[in-house]
């Protein structure tokens, strides 16, 4: 029989480790003596001391090679939110979920970190500091939160102490910083479409936004204190900036610090998330003849004029997280990184 050669500690692959995430994870992973194959379906960049695999995580056989020798397997592939295909979120967050698991008890992985969200639990209401316990959402927001809910269950319930496979999910929320595809584009696109003159709602909703190298932190702190006798196997663990900050606030300090206006005039939030539902159903019935993707989604209109920050108590305890980057710095560093989006440039 031939001998599997013992994984070594140091070495781990980062399934998305093209996207924005999953970068920001990898370089922090060699700065920590790590060394990282990637498997995406795309590579974005090239980094001395990663091997790229490039592949369809629902493909077993494409993602076994990215595996060899691997004890630890982080997972931050998914499709973009605002891709809205239900087929394809289903597709790669379910079944390819399960592929993965399969593929790193196969492959005879020790650990897998997920990178869930902390929206797996928000119905479009308020929620003030959520702990990890608040149950599920019975009614997700969208298609991607209802298979982020699923993902999250595959891999918790994969935890297996006796066999030596050991999961544990962190969840996010509002990631932001240099190189994000998402919060900071669209808001820029959104302000020179001169569409960001109102605040929904009287602006005082606190929300949480994360800055990436905090949410990198409590993925590698997660990893390397995920040992069968630890507390943490099989459960998920919110990770925020600890700074809940008004939506409006944080939306209006980044839009300032790239030279445009902040959004000044009140609409109230059920005037607007009515004709947002209004455009959704319009959408939705006319797609047949014109395609249109309204800026004001039911979804959009939610996170901009809800509660929703969460309590990070429990990766304090049992993770020892304590965010490394305040706020202040999180949005200075996010501002200058993006001198392309200026105002004129
Ligand atoms: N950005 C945010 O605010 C938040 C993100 N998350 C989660 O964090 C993770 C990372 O998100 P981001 O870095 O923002 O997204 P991203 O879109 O920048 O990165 C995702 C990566 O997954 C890859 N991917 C997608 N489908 C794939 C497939 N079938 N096979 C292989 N690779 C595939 C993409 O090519 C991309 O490089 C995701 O799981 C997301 O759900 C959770 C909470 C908030
Ligand atoms: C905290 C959290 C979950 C953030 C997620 C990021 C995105 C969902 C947001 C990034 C930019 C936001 C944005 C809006 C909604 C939420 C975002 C897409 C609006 C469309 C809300 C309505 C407006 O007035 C314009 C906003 C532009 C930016």
Redesign the pocket.
């Known amino acids: 029989m031939a001998t599997r050669v013992r994984p070594s500690n140091k070495r781990c692959a980062v ?2 480790g ?5 970068r920001h994870l990898v370089e922090k992973l060699l700065d920590r003596g790590y060394s990282v194959s990637v ?4 590579q ?1 960049y090239e980094l001395s001391g990663v091997t790229f695999h490039q592949g ?3 493909d077993k056989q494409a993602l076994l090679p990215a595996m060899k020798d691997v004890s630890l397997v982080f997972h ?5 939110p605002a891709s809205d295909d239900r087929g394809l979120f289903e597709r ?1 967050n379910i079944q ?1 979920t399960r592929t993965v698991i399969q593929a790193c008890i196969e492959a005879g992985v020790q650990k897998l970190v997920l ?1 869930s ?1 902390a929206s797996v639990v928000f119905e479009g209401t308020d929620i003030k500091n959520g702990r990890e316990d608040l149950p599920y959402a019975k009614k997700p927001i969208d298609y991607y939160t209802e298979t ?1 809910i699923e993902q999250e269950k595959l891999v918790l319930e994969a935890c297996d102490k006796e066999k030596g496979f050991l999961t544990v999910a962190i969840r ?4 932001f910083g240099p190189r994000d ?2 919060l900071v584009p669209i808001l820029v696109d959104t302000a020179r479409r001169g569409k960001m003159k109102f605040i929904i709602g009287d602006g005082t909703n606190l929300v949480d936004f994360t800055f990436v190298e905090n949410v990198v932190y409590g993925h590698i702190l997660a990893a390397e204190r995920l040992r069968s006798d630890s507390p943490i196997c099989g459960k998920p663990y919110h990770i925020t900036n600890d700074e809940p900050v008004r939506f409006w606030d944080f939306m209006s300090e980044v839009l300032v610090g790239l030279g445009y206006a902040a959004p000044r005039y009140h609409l109230p939030y059920t005037l607007v998330y009515g004709l947002a539902l209004l455009l959704w159903l319009l959408a939705l019935i006319l797609r047949p003849l014109v395609s249109f993707k309204p800026t004001f989604t039911p979804m959009r209109v939610a996170l901009a004029g809800t509660h929703h920050y969460y309590s990070c108590d429990r990766a304090k305890q049992d993770l020892g997280y304590k965010p490394v980057v305040s706020l202040k710095d999180g949005i200075a560093r996010t501002v200058q990184s993006y001198p392309h989006l200026r105002q004129g440039a």
């Open positions: 399934i998305g093209s996207g924005f995430l999953g498997f995406d379906i795309r974005s369809d995580l629902c931050c592939a998914s499709p973009a790669v390819g990178t969200s982020k996010p929320h509002g990631i595809p998402q």
